[in-house]
């Protein structure tokens, strides 16, 4: 599962300071991190026929708390660059998924020391180069789109990638990924599973504000 890197922040908050120091060893100030935001997944079918249920992303948001984001999912210590330290859930109602949802994203706040060893990286998170990531994570259950059987545990006859009428509409048979046991890592990459996963540059201006709860309770 993948996204990317949204927005470069160019001024740090008191309450990004606070949320910052939970993770280190001393005080930090302003002038010594760099933060940037990133979206990690969504609810969208991505690349390999996979997509994230509403109630996983909520949980995928407590998970990713102080995780670290390294390269290329290699879980080396020297491949650590930066960790999150906030997380939310972004609604955009006016769009719709192919399963007929508001399409919705996980963003992350995530934080890294300035120094000489990172400027290279902070350049290339600005300039556009360091922008896709991918996460790593697990989940409990996998369930196909079509008839909502568990993979694995469930007889099921329908196959990823094939199309089939779901409720008098035409439907790519997908599985949906649900109740999330944990969150790894997120890693910078060359090509993400998910089209828009990674650095990202603005928010979603929402007209009316709009909770999860709100919209799950109208599905």
Not at 108 to 115: G, H, N, Q, V, W
Request: overall charge neutral; charged content about 30%.
């Amino acid at each position: 599962m993948s996204g990317m890197v949204i927005k470069g922040i160019s001024s740090v908050s008191e309450e990004d300071l606070e949320q910052i120091n939970r993770y280190t060893r001393r005080r930090m100030e302003a002038g010594e991190v760099y933060t940037f935001s990133v979206a990690l997944c969504d609810n969208e079918v991505d690349r390999d026929l996979e997509r994230f249920s509403i109630p996983a992303l909520q949980k995928l948001k407590e998970l990713f708390l102080g995780k670290t984001g390294i390269f290329d999912h290699a879980p080396k210590s020297e491949n650590q660059a930066a960790r999150i330290f906030a997380t939310s859930l972004e609604i955009d109602t006016e769009r719709k998924t192919i399963a007929g949802e508001p399409y919705t994203r996980l963003v992350a706040k995530a934080y890294l020391p300035r120094s000489e060893k990172q400027e290279p990286l902070i350049l290339e998170i600005d300039s556009g180069i360091k922008k896709e990531v991918s996460i790593g994570c697990s989940v409990s259950r996998r369930e196909c789109s079509v008839c909502g059987a568990q993979r694995g545990r469930q007889s099921c006859k329908h196959q990823k990638g094939q199309t089939y009428s779901v409720h008098g509409k035409e439907q790519v048979c997908h599985d949906v990924l649900s109740e999330p046991s944990d969150a790894y890592e997120w890693s910078f990459v060359a090509v993400p599973g998910q089209r828009e996963a990674g650095v990202i540059k603005s928010f979603f201006q929402k007209k009316e504000p709009c909770t999860v709860e709100q919209i799950l309770k109208e599905m």
